[in-house]
């Protein structure tokens, strides 16, 4: 099985799992219909024999299944072919939710990486409940919606995946899949295993985002306090910026969304493999405005011309919480950023050319956003290191409102106001 699913054909989505994992999803897959057995979405070497071979006499009568029973299960589990095995529902997955030409709102074959084990066995365990049999546009969008909020707000993951088996079990058998994965989202929610989700609308009110450059102090950079929650603020408000902050990810510039945000251009770069790692992969996480012009700051000596003067009061490395968000990053064909090195958007794409427009697009970069790019460009681009407030919150303004025009490219896209809307009876 491990074969079949590795090696023989490269743009299968199993080769991201190792063979432990694949072994493992095997198990748990086949323990669904063992009546009394503790779901475990990674089993230890004790739980894998104790789960075959189960020392309880009780486990041996008429009311679960025998040790028998239970390796014949594995067994047909591990079959290389055939409707109820790991290969036939990997196959079942790929299929339903997989970018292709009908259907260009799936998830690109080098997303893939990014679902990791235990979103993995819950998209194998739709498919053995046979909820992946029909290709219906409304629940595609179901599965590509839980798909999306799992890998960028789901902070447990592996609870998670255990509290999805958990609904799933216990979902009645005309339960609809977009009812069903809405029932997910909410338990996930409710079991504090992942974080709510929120409309654009709500962002705008709640967060007031995109109004950071009208900070009143000598500064105009703020970092992390945009995200911070006053004791006066209401619950509501705490929770806004919780999500917000999962959405900005200032810890990081990965923001592996940005590969479905940018699935037109993704697909072109014709891999022949789902490559998991920086080293294979054939894109970059690339900064709009390179942090050689913002990022290699100590705070040591004298801050005059330097990005580090228009930090606003109390604020702790400003600048690497805006040059590091999504507003600020594009996933960009490798050997492309390697040829643009530290220029700045304006020598990117300012002239606006034919090519630059391409670039625009394929980079998840709107037209009307350009005037910000070039404004917190440098005059010259031989003194990118040099900074004036002009220029400081036209940084700030351009990372805020790209990163809020991707979230609502998002919540549209991926029809997530269908979570949001009153709950109608399936």
Not at 4 to 16: D, Q, T
Not at 204 to 231: C, K, M, N, W, Y
Not at 315 to 323: A, S
């Amino acid at each position: 099985m491990v074969e079949e699913l590795h090696g023989r054909k490269p743009e299968a989505v199993a080769s991201l799992m190792t063979a432990t994992d694949l072994a493992m999803s095997a198990l748990r897959l086949a323990a669904v219909t063992w009546e009394g057995e503790a779901d475990r979405d990674n089993p230890t070497k004790e739980n894998f024999h104790s789960m075959i071979w189960p020392k309880d006499k009780e486990a041996e009568t008429s009311k679960t299944a025998t040790s028998k029973q239970r390796q014949e299960n594995v067994r047909q589990m591990l079959e290389p072919s055939g409707t109820q095995t790991l290969t036939h529902y990997f196959k079942t997955v790929q299929d339903f939710i997989g970018y292709n030409e009908n259907w260009k709102d799936g998830i690109p074959r080098l997303m893939f990486h990014y679902l990791e084990r235990p979103l993995v066995q819950v998209l194998l365990r739709l498919a053995q409940a046979g909820y992946l049999d029909n290709a219906d546009s409304g629940d595609r969008y179901a599965v590509l919606r839980l798909a999306l909020w799992w890998i960028q707000w789901v902070s447990d993951k592996p609870k998670a995946s255990r509290i999805t088996f958990e609904t799933i079990k216990n979902a009645a058998p005309s339960r609809s899949l977009p009812a069903l994965t809405r029932d997910i989202y909410s338990a996930i929610v409710n079991e504090n295993a992942g974080v709510q989700i929120w409309s654009p609308n709500s962002i705008q009110e709640g967060l007031r985002a995109t109004q950071g450059i009208t900070h009143e102090s000598d500064g105009v950079l703020i970092g992390e306090s945009r995200f911070t929650v006053d004791p006066t603020d209401k619950d509501e408000t705490r929770l806004i910026r919780t999500f917000y902050r999962h959405w900005w990810r200032p810890w990081t510039y990965h923001h592996p969304l940005l590969l479905w945000l940018q699935r037109d251009y993704v697909n072109t770069l014709g891999i022949e493999q789902m490559a998991g790692n920086d080293e294979e992969t054939p894109y970059d996480f690339d900064h709009i405005l390179p942090r050689s012009h913002w990022g290699d700051w100590t705070g040591k000596g004298n801050n005059e011309g330097t990005i580090m003067k228009y930090f606003a009061p109390k604020e702790w490395k400003p600048h690497l919480v805006l040059g590091n968000a999504i507003g600020n990053v594009r996933v960009v064909y490798f050997s492309v950023n390697r040829q643009a090195g530290d220029t700045s958007p304006k020598g990117k794409f300012g002239d606006l050319s034919s090519e630059a427009l391409k670039e625009l697009k394929d980079s998840a970069i709107e037209k009307d956003q350009i005037p910000l790019w070039i404004a917190c460009s440098p005059t010259d681009e031989k003194d990118k290191q040099k900074w004036d407030r002009e220029r400081a919150a036209a940084f700030q303004q351009a990372v805020e409102t790209r990163a809020f025009a991707l979230f609502k490219s998002l919540y549209d896209q991926a029809r997530f106001e269908e979570w949001l809307e009153p709950a109608t009876v399936n």
